[in-house]
């Protein structure tokens, strides 16, 4: 329990807690914004009254999420300043405007947007709603962009220098430019989108095993798998870039991420390590399947890679990432889920060629619904294991090779950083209690399929003439004469 005395390593774990449950709730909102933008499309183009009902439905689910998002994000941000202050006095110039980006372009633009979304639908004009469900998927999306740029940086800083321990900025658009932003943000674009669609197969498809509204909800998991179709195997391809980019720029985490110990020398081929028990304390794996020169063409498509595999043992133990065991396996359920997810997509989209999927005998693929089912919260599992992966692997520095993490706190007595991560952990349970009980009733209750139309209108005569019933007439006084 020495840990307990530690205010760094406190201060970690508090930013882990806060950072891992605040990241499940922007994970459906950005990808839901533009499933409720694709939807309310359709709605507007058909006029088919399922899509109008789809947007609606679903929405309640995106303001959910927003609110608690919300009210979990500003505790994150504002421990750079308490948890985190010479971080922050030391790249604060860069660091700090970006994060402002984020709230003031991206947050500002969402939450200004999304009364109209929710409350507009009979009060603004069909073409300004449909602006307005747009922006606030631009909003969510343009966090994803800001918040990972910022973290691209801090994992290869670029566009300046460290002068006197501050981070002198000479080029402000290299540094958002930075070596890992482009496929970061594409990253994590997908992750939230893919996330997104098999929450809502999901949901959709355990509705459809409930014979609930099994029709509606059909077009629902069909929008989601056809989707799917793009996004699966793309998320796939650019998470393979962004390996690639880590094999360059932070050999310390691709060799923690392969547990790999001894270097593989350029020109000879390198195996890749399926499964293993990594041993930090003897600096070897206890035990290893590995599968013959497999890391050469996971990592440059060839037998023998171009450049060296550096193995762990090349830094000093203070050089490099620990938890190698944490990383090892949290990279590989990242991967595994997106195999999954693939598989899962190509398995829908052949009964969906078939005809299986129709509505009249969707419900009779009782396997492919509770395989839709279970994949719902497997999307959230693999963000949060690739950001373990990219924040764990990244250690012993928060700004990677220039700032090490033990001269970024701030020093403050462990006793009260214990009282406030004790108190995070507390309030935070209390808001996923709650959130999981208020998402329950919102599916128990299902959707609202009497809700009027907007744009159709309902004439009933101003005077019910039926014998022996009154019913008074409210028309005015001029129009009754």
Known sequence: MEFLSDSVVLSRMQFALTAIFHMLWPVLTTGMGIYLVIVEGIWLKTKNPDYYLHARFWSKFYVLNFGIGVATGIPMEFQFGTNWAPFSEAVGNFFGSVIGFEASWAFMLEAAFLGIMLFGWERVNPAI???????????????????????????????????????????????????????????????????????????????????????????????????????????????????????????????????QWESTPAGQPADWSLLAIPNEKAEKNDWEITIPNALGYILEFQQNLSEPVRGLKEWKPSDRPHMVGLIYYAFRTMIGIGFFFVGLMLLSTLQWLRGKLAAENISQQRWLMWAWVLAAPLGYIAVESGWIVRCVGRQPWTLYGQIRTVDSASQLPASNVLVSLTGFAIVYTILFITAMYFGSRIIRTGPNLELPIPGTEITKPAIDTTPGEFIPDERPVEARE
């Not at 890992?180 to 939230?192: E, G, I, K, Q, R």
């Not at 629902?220 to 870039?241: D, E, M, N």
């Open 129 to 259: 709603h449909y602006l307005s469900t747009i922006l606030v998927a631009v909003g969510a999306n343009l966090s994803t962009v800001w918040i990972l740029t910022a973290n691209s940086w801090m994992q290869t800083p670029a566009g300046g220098e460290l002068v006197n321990g501050k981070f002198v900025v000479h080029d402000y658009f290299q540094a958002i430019l930075n070596p890992f932003m482009v496929n970061s943000v594409l990253h994590m674009f997908f992750a939230t989108l893919e996330t997104s669609l098999f929450v809502i197969g999901g949901i959709s498809a355990w509705y459809i095993l409930q014979q609930h509204h099994a029709e509606f909800f059909a077009k629902s998991l069909k929008i989601a798998l056809a989707a799917a179709i793009a996004v699966a195997p793309l998320q796939i391809y650019i998470g393979h870039l962004s390996g690639e980019q880590v094999y360059h720029y932070q050999p310390t985490k691709l060799a923690a991420m392969e547990a």
